[in-house]
């Protein structure tokens, strides 16, 4: 069966508590229940518990942003999967910030990835290249070595359930977009990496969602690229008229 297209939120470092409330409250009046649309929600860990009680879960899913590796144990500030696991049903991780500003190598990222499946959350994994990286003309290596090593633990069966998000970091917000085509390129080497290491079926059961420059007026174009299941918008995401517009956006797009 063909799986949904997907939209993530992700509300980054932003809003208190009666905010993030109100966005939801907006978003679950402005946003239509579409089946062939999945729309995930990744707030603070502080609303994550209060938005649980709050949301539409016929409409909506929540995230995490992130997640500790280890299930219990004195590690100060932490919040663990294991702890996550009956809060959300997805958790955003290697997104570039964690990778940039935490200092979050391959090998964390891997142990998260791990982490997230054995504990029954769905990972949306991010990956993509810096401007230098594009500039030495590194892109495919760079996601190669993110691919492979956040991958190296995972059975077909766990890869299959994966989203995995592409977020060249050097289009995030909009100051150089990225073109169909480069986007285009990226997507189809995602899969054939995973097609190299799980086989045909599972590369195409993955979904493959682009992160970066994804206001309203992006989204026909990008969800026209060949390969692109959805999206995984930033900023955008803090405004519910915009984000209820490039939900709908990508359900017009499911239609085609």
Not at 40 to 68: H, N, T
Request: proline fraction near 3%; aromatic fraction near 8%.
């Amino acid at each position: 069966m063909k799986k949904p297209k997907i939209v993530v939120a992700n509300w980054k470092m932003h809003l208190n508590v009666h905010e993030a409330s109100l966005l939801l409250h907006k978003m679950d009046k402005r946003i239509h229940d579409h089946r062939s649309v999945e729309v995930v929600i990744a707030p603070s860990y502080l609303y994550l518990q209060p938005l649980s009680l709050e949301v539409d879960k016929r409409k909506f899913k929540l995230a995490s942003q992130d997640g500790y590796y280890v299930d219990e144990g004195s590690y100060t500030g932490a919040v663990s999967f294991s702890q996550l696991r009956n809060l959300v049903q997805y958790s955003i991780i290697g997104h570039s910030e964690r990778r940039r500003y935490f200092n979050e190598g391959l090998e964390v990222v891997r142990d998260k990835m791990a982490a997230a499946i054995r504990n029954n959350i769905t990972p949306i994994l991010c990956v993509g290249e810096t401007s230098e990286e594009r500039h030495l003309k590194e892109t495919k290596q760079v996601i190669h070595d993110q691919i492979t090593t956040a991958l190296s633990d995972l059975t077909s069966e766990d890869v299959e359930r994966l989203v995995i998000g592409y977020e060249p970091v050097w289009a995030i917000g909009g100051h150089e977009p990225a073109k169909p085509a480069d986007i285009e390129e990226a997507v189809s080497w995602i899969r054939y990496q995973i097609r190299e290491l799980y086989g045909k079926d599972v590369a195409e059961g993955v979904r493959v969602i682009y992160g970066g420059s994804d206001e309203p007026e992006f989204v026909e174009g990008i969800m026209q690229v060949d390969g692109v299941d959805g999206l995984l918008v930033g900023h955008a995401s803090l405004n519910a008229e915009q984000f209820a517009d490039i939900v709908q956006g990508v359900y017009l797009s499911s239609l085609k």
